[in-house]
């Protein structure tokens, strides 16, 4: 069984403070990851995707990949009260599937 | 650019009865994606298709569970007969290419008493 493992949370952290939101993956041959969001009784929003080690950004958003680890995590700066959500890990391989985790749920406090 | 089109957007049944569910995908994007969401989990892929072809269904219930994507664009997905542990939410998805990133439509959340 190919795992994708996250946190349930719910994280909370104040606004404006760094939220880290993690990842870990079990399928060594995993070649794509991306992170979703994912508001309450609404379907999944992509927020950003990543392929090679390291660290890319988009704007407040940080994707961080480690694949020797098999760890990807996502960094949200100045959190903001709209950015209370579940966060969705999304794990692909070469079978174009998508593995996708439960969830950390993220509650950004006033 | 339009996104992802399901319909109904919700659907009440009762058990033993039949329900279909309706997928347009995003315009030009080849590959359709089938997933269940149940409450507090991610969402569970059940069938993708590659234009009309249905190229990984090893998840979908075929019992009761079909499929068709008729000249390569919209989609239907049927449950006959839908059972109480059916109740979950349906979402489609589409992409341009096989491993290229998904986009979700709504979905269509089916209650089935």
């Known amino acids: 069984q190919k795992e994708v493992e996250q946190n349930s949370g719910p994280l909370s952290v104040p606004e404006g403070a760094i939220a880290s939101l993690n990842c870990t993956y079990s399928?060594?041959?995993?070649?794509?990851f991306f992170w979703y969001r994912q508001y309450s009784g609404k379907s999944p929003e992509l927020i950003m995707f990543?392929?090679?080690?390291g660290d890319k950004e988009d704007g407040r958003f940080t994707a961080q990949l480690n694949k020797a680890s098999q760890y990807v995590s996502l960094l949200i700066r100045d959190s903001q009260p709209s950015d209370s959500a579940t966060y969705l890990c999304?794990?692909?391989?070469?079978?174009?599937?998508?593995?996708f985790g439960k969830g950390t749920s993220l509650l950004v406090t006033p | 650019e339009a996104g992802v089109v399901q319909s109904p957007r919700y659907k009440i049944i009762e058990k033993k009865q039949p329900v279909a569910f309706w997928c347009n995908p995003i315009?030009?994007?080849?590959?359709l994606y089938w997933y269940l969401q149940n409450l507090g989990q991610g969402p569970e892929l059940l069938i993708r298709?590659?234009?009309?072809?249905?190229?990984?269904d090893s998840q979908l219930p075929k019992d009761r569970f079909s499929a068709e994507r008729l000249k390569g664009v919209d989609s239907t997905l049927k449950i006959q007969p839908a059972e109480l542990g059916d109740s979950a939410v349906y979402l489609c998805a589409s992409s341009l290419a096989p491993g290229d990133t998904q986009y979700f439509g709504p979905g269509t959340r089916l209650t089935v008493l």
């Open positions: 399928d060594r041959g995993s070649q794509s």
């Open positions: 298709y590659e234009n009309e072809e249905a190229v990984d």
């Open positions: 315009s030009g994007h080849n590959t």
């Open positions: 999304a794990v692909g391989n070469s079978g174009y599937a998508l593995n």
């Open positions: 990543i392929y090679s080690n």
